[in-house]
C-alpha cells in the first residue's frame, strides 16, 4: 500500500490529471469502481483560486465521496503558490500537487508546468514555500511534483532535480516518462522513468514514485512497476475510455484476474451517470459539451456505434442525450458491421478525437 506522507492510499493506482476531463463527476465515476487510490483535480491557477475567478472554483470542486484528492496548481511564483495551497488545503485539498509537467505555451511563458525544469532553483523554491505553508505543523498537507523527464530530449533534467525536490520536502514524485520536446507524441520512455526512480531511491528510499505514460490496459501495470521499479502507477488517457481501468487493475494485482467487462446497458447506465453528475455539479450546457467530445472516449469500448457517436454529438438538449442513450440500450442506433468484421474490430476502429488530439494540437 502506498503512503504519501501521513496519508494512506487503498491502492498504489492514481488518475491523472487531464485538463478539461477529470472533473468531479468524472472522477466520482472512476472512484465508484474502486481500485482508485487517489484522483486529482485538473491543473488550477492559484490566481484563479485567489481571486474566486468561476472556472477556477469549478475545476477545484470536490466533496466527501472524491477523497483522498489531490488538487493541482501551478504557476512559477512561490509565494503565489503557497498561498494557493493554503487555499487548496482549506477547501478539501488532501494532497497538494505542483505541474511540473504541462508542455502548453500558456502555462511555460509564466514559468509553470514543465518550464520549471529549465530553471530547477526555481522548482526546489516553489517546493520549499509550498512546504512551509501546508507541509508542516500538526495537520500537514503532504506536497508531491508531477514532472517530465526533461524539457530536451537529450536533457534528462529530472534525474537529478527529483531528488532535490524531495529533499525540499515534496512527498511523492510522479514521473511521465515524456520529454516536453516530446509533448505527447511517440511511445512513454520505461528506462527514462527508471532512471528518476533510481535516483530518488538512492537518497530517499522511503519516498514513493509514481509512473506514468500509455498505461492503458490493466495488464501495463504490473508491466510498468516491473520495467521501471516504480510504487504506483498514474493512468490518464486510458481512464477515459476505461473509468473501471483501476478496479480491474487492482483485481489483477491482487488476485491475478480480470472481472469481465461492463456490458452495453452497464456502459450506457456509467454514461447517463456521468451526464446526471454533470448536470448537477456544474450547468446543463457544460453537460452538453462534455457529453458530445466525451462520447468518442466511451465508444472505444461499444459496438457499431457510429450512428449512436453521431447522434449524440448533434444532439440539441439533455432530451435528445437521454433518448440516444435508451435507444442504444435496446439495440438501436447500430450501424450494420461490414461482412466478415466483428465486433471488437469495430470498436477499435472507433474514434479519433480527444486529448490526444487535442493534446498534439496544442
Ligand atoms: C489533454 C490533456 C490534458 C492534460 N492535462 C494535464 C494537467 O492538467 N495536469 C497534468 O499534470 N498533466 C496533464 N496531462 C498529462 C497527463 O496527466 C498524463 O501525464 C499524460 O497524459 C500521460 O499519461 P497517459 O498516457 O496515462 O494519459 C494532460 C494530458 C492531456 C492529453
Not at 24 to 47: E, H
Not at 300 to 309: D, E, I, V
Not at 323 to 350: K, N
Request: aromatic share 6%.
Amino acid at each position: 500500500m502506498l503512503r504519501i506522507g501521513h496519508v494512506q492510499l487503498q491502492s498504489n493506482l492514481l488518475l491523472a490529471p487531464i485538463a478539461g476531463y477529470c472533473d468531479l463527476a468524472f472522477r466520482t465515476i472512476c472512484r465508484r469502481y474502486g481500485g482508485l487510490g487517489l484522483a486529482c483535480t485538473d491543473l488550477l491557477s492559484p490566481q484563479g483560486l485567489l481571486r474566486g475567478t468561476a472556472t477556477s472554483l469549478d475545476l477545484a470542486q470536490t466533496n466527501d465521496f472524491d477523497k483522498p484528492v489531490g488538487m493541482q496548481l501551478y504557476g512559477g511564483e512561490p509565494g503565489i503558490m503557497a498561498d494557493g495551497a493554503l487555499w487548496a488545503r482549506d477547501h478539501g485539498a488532501t494532497i497538494i500537487d505542483i505541474n511540473m509537467g504541462c508542455p502548453v505555451d500558456k502555462v511555460t511563458k509564466k514559468d509553470g508546468g514543465s518550464r520549471l525544469l529549465c530553471i530547477p532553483d526555481t522548482a526546489e523554491r516553489i517546493v520549499d514555500a509550498v512546504v512551509n505553508a501546508v507541509g508542516k505543523g500538526s495537520n500537514p498537507v503532504p506536497v508531491t511534483c508531477k514532472m517530465r523527464l526533461g524539457w530536451f530530449d537529450d536533457q534528462p533534467i529530472a534525474e537529478w532535480l527529483a531528488p532535490r525536490l524531495v529533499k525540499a520536502g515534496a512527498c511523492m514524485i510522479t514521473i511521465h516518462g515524456r520529454t516536453t520536446q516530446q509533448k505527447f507524441s511517440g511511445t512513454v520512455q520505461y528506462e527514462g522513468i527508471r532512471r528518476v526512480v533510481a535516483a530518488i531511491k538512492a537518497e530517499h528510499p522511503g519516498i514513493p514514485v509514481i509512473g506514468n505514460g500509455d498505461v492503458t490496459e490493466p495488464h501495463h501495470v504490473p508491466e510498468m512497476i516491473a520495467r521501471t521499479g516504480c510504487d504506483g502507477v498514474m493512468i490518464g488517457r486510458g481512464a477515459l475510455s476505461t473509468p473501471w481501468i483501476f478496479r480491474d487493475a487492482h483485481a489483477l494485482m491482487t488476485t491475478g484476474v480480470i472481472p469481465p467487462p461492463p456490458g452495453v446497458e452497464e456502459i450506457m447506465q456509467i454514461m447517463r451517470d456521468y451526464f446526471d453528475l454533470m448536470r448537477r455539479y456544474r450547468t446543463d450546457h457544460y453537460a452538453m459539451v462534455q457529453i458530445r467530445r466525451r462520447v468518442s472516449w466511451f465508444a472505444k469500448r461499444l459496438p457499431h456505434c457510429k450512428p449512436f457517436k453521431e447522434t449524440l454529438r448533434t444532439a440539441p438538449d439533455s432530451e435528445a442525450v437521454y433518448a440516444a442513450l435508451d435507444a442504444f440500450s435496446r439495440g438501436e442506433l447500430r450501424s450494420r458491421p461490414p461482412r466478415g468484421q466483428d465486433d471488437q474490430q469495430e470498436v477499435e476502429d472507433s474514434g479519433s478525437s480527444g486529448p490526444n488530439a487535442e493534446a498534439e494540437a496544442a
